[in-house]
């Protein structure tokens, strides 16, 4: 089989809103949602910046409190997210879809961190073990937030996570795509989530020199500045409903976009570093844009760029995005979100495949903020500060991950 997938529902938990109209609202215009933390105390850590999310309150989306008392964040934002998307997307099992027919694949870079974190500090202090949790399993899991998904919305389809630190949600969504093309499903709920932002989260990334250190979180996130000194962590959830063309059409459903295109590769080169030529990156690139049918004497591409800030990345991105357009490169649209909304690992993928579709959907190119001294190693057009409006008829998002994990995906409308 070779079904088209559109996308018919999307929501999102992130320092830049608690949904979609509003964070792509900030986006556009350009407002960093980072700020120091203050949720616990940062005077003796190296960093003490990040996105942390604001006015959440799961019971605003239909959580009762024992549940919310059980569920680590990243649960309860990946849940909120998947509220919002299928209530847009208008689905629901057993009604207008076969419950077999519909599946869910939201993943977690890391799970149930911030219970990890409370938990291990219980066991160091009674090394009996007695004042574990008993949910402490059950609630750290990377796969858990899908599993209440699930039950939540009855899907009784394929239900995954999967894991690969900042490419997860990336290949959560392309995996799915597969899944639906290949007719295996009618439907996924997919996304991501993380709940990073915590002292061991920042401990553990700032002493593998990841983050920035800068001290005024407005510019903090410098994407492709030639100042820039790392990411920054972010926590939050994004969740979109993939969903077969011919299935959404009969039921009349909205539709925001079609997937065209999937990549991925592994650049089996570090840890932690990207692979310095761009040559791995470029196929993962190329991969989703030869799905995509990208036309370079027709198209007008926008790219949501990897765009973490750290030196390694932005460069070898650069390299990867010559590699895979050649002359067209220097015709790109490319802007990092991450430059508003930092770095919500499990779910950045997600998040910036929301602000692709949003792109293509209002022809806007959303600006990458702070970016007044430009990189000369990163000389591509990376929407400087402001957006700019074009006429995009091909987007593509792309996350590169610890572990060498590549993923890109690609959108057109429909």
């Known amino acids: 089989m070779n079904r088209r997938v559109v996308v018919t529902g999307m929501g999102i938990i992130s320092c830049l809103g608690n949904d979609v109209d509003n964070f792509w609202k900030n986006v556009r215009e350009g407002v960093c949602g980072l700020d120091r933390i203050t949720e616990f105390p940062v005077d003796n850590l190296v960093v003490k910046i990040g996105g942390k999310i604001k006015n959440f309150h799961p019971e605003d989306f239909g959580m009762d409190k024992p549940f919310i008392r059980k569920q680590d964040n990243f649960t309860l934002f990946a849940m909120a997210a998947a509220k919002q998307a299928m209530d847009d997307s208008g689905l629901k099992a057993g009604q207008n879809i076969d419950n077999y027919r519909l599946g869910v694949n939201v993943s977690s870079g890391i799970g149930g961190f911030s219970v990890t974190f409370r938990e291990v500090a219980k066991m160091l202090e009674t090394p009996s073990g007695e004042w574990v949790s008993p949910n402490f399993v059950p609630t750290t899991i990377p796969n858990i937030a899908a599993g209440h998904i699930a039950t939540a919305y009855q899907a009784y389809g394929p239900c995954m996570n999967i894991v690969s630190a900042c490419a997860t949600s990336t290949h959560a969504l392309g995996e799915a795509y597969r899944t639906i093309k ?206 700019v409006n074009a006429g995009i008829t091909l987007g593509i998002s792309d996350s590169f991950g610890f572990g060498g994990a590549n993923g890109c995906i690609a959108f057109r409308k429909v």
Do not use: W
């Open 182 to 387: 290949h007719g295996y499903a009618d439907a996924i709920i997919s996304g991501g989530s993380d709940h990073c932002t915590i002292p061991m989260g920042l401990a553990g990334f700032a002493s593998c020199r990841a983050l920035s250190r800068e001290a005024d979180p407005k510019r903090a996130s410098l994407p492709f500045n030639a100042k820039r000194g790392g990411f920054v962590l972010s926590d939050g959830a994004a969740v979109l409903v993939l969903e077969e063309y011919e299935h959404a059409k009969a039921r009349g459903a909205r539709i925001y976009a079609e997937i065209v295109g999937y990549g991925a590769t592994c650049d089996a080169y570090h840890a932690t570093a990207p692979r310095p030529d761009g040559s791995t990156q470029a196929e993962c690139i190329r991969q989703a844009c030869r799905e995509a049918g990208f036309d370079p004497s027709k198209d007008c591409v926008y790219v949501n760029a990897h765009g973490t800030g750290t030196v390694l990345n932005d460069i070898t991105e650069t390299r990867a995005y010559k590699i895979a357009f050649g002359d067209f490169a220097s015709r790109l649209h490319i802007s990092s979100s991450k430059s508003m909304h930092g770095h919500m690992m499990g779910a950045a993928g997600a998040a910036e495949a929301i602000v692709t579709i949003k792109a293509i959907e209002n022809s806007t190119v959303p600006p990458t903020i702070n970016l007044d001294e430009q990189d000369p190693e990163c000389d591509l057009n990376y929407t400087p500060n402001k957006a």
